[in-house]
């Protein structure tokens, strides 16, 4: 493992589940609509930091002129090019997906125009190397978006801090307001196909205990939800 990366509990070891994950959050296209109207993409060059396993290169492809995805983890690595490999942008070019890590980026100085990652920056604190790598990699007027839970507020937000009581949500949010960042909190759909989806999702997000008692006391397949896009131009 690269120096310095921390295994994500979920999509690392659960990406099936995780895939029907993200399908689930945000059907509605919120965090997408807000994206656009701030700095839109299309036909400019967008890079995914923490890509995974590439659920949203092909949503930027659809516009943009190129799109990098980075990631460290092997596993996921393969099936982000697995899942881009037939892809072109919209300006033809292919989808480039590079093993890396957000203090060490493999893209040239000032190459992109859009950067985004999105669950990938969780904690705030220990991030400088990675954001100090956005500046380089950007360029003048270029924006970069960092999508995460809004644990301050909405039904997650509440167990998630049961499930982890180190995180200190208004620490985190102080620390993007430092680097520069502003910040807007969006209340976002989470809703899976099925129950069984539900729980298997539920317990790939928090502890088992914590889980447990979700589960046994919260019906249904869909649980209120908001996020922090945060947001800082170059």
């Known amino acids: 493992m690269p120096d310095g990366v921390i295994p994500s509990p979920n999509i690392w070891h659960h990406p099936d589940v995780y895939e029907i994950e993200n399908r689930g959050i945000d ?22 930091v923490g890509c995974g396993s590439g659920f949203h290169l092909p949503r930027f492809a659809a516009q943009a002129s190129s ?3 980075v990631e460290p983890h092997p596993p996921l690595l393969r099936l982000a090019r697995r899942r881009t490999r037939d892809l072109r942008t919209a300006s033809g070019a292919r989808i480039e997906v590079r093993r890396g890590t957000a203090q060490a980026l493999p893209v040239p100085d000032a190459a992109i125009d859009v950067a985004h990652a999105r669950w990938a920056y969780f904690f705030g604190p220990g991030c400088e190397p990675g954001l100090r790598e956005l500046t380089r990699v950007t360029r003048r007027g270029a924006v970069a ?35 520069g960042f502003h ?3 969006l209340d976002v759909r989470w809703e899976l196909p099925s129950r069984a989806a539900f729980e298997d999702v539920i317990r790939i997000e928090f502890t088992a205990e914590v889980a447990r008692t979700l589960l046994a006391t919260h019906p249904g397949c869909g649980i209120g939800t908001a996020v922090n896009l945060f947001w800082r131009e170059y």
């Open 183 to 185: 910040r807007r909190s």
């Open 27 to 48: 059907p509605d296209g919120v965090i997408e609509h807000a994206m656009r109207g701030i700095r839109d993409w299309a036909g400019g060059a967008v890079l995914d």
């Open 67 to 69: 799109v990098t995805g």
């Open 145 to 179: 978006f960092v999508i995460d839970h809004d644990a301050t507020r909405s039904e997650f937000g509440a167990w998630f801090r049961r499930s982890l009581p180190s995180y200190h949500p208004a620490m985190v949010e102080r620390f993007w307001a430092r680097q």
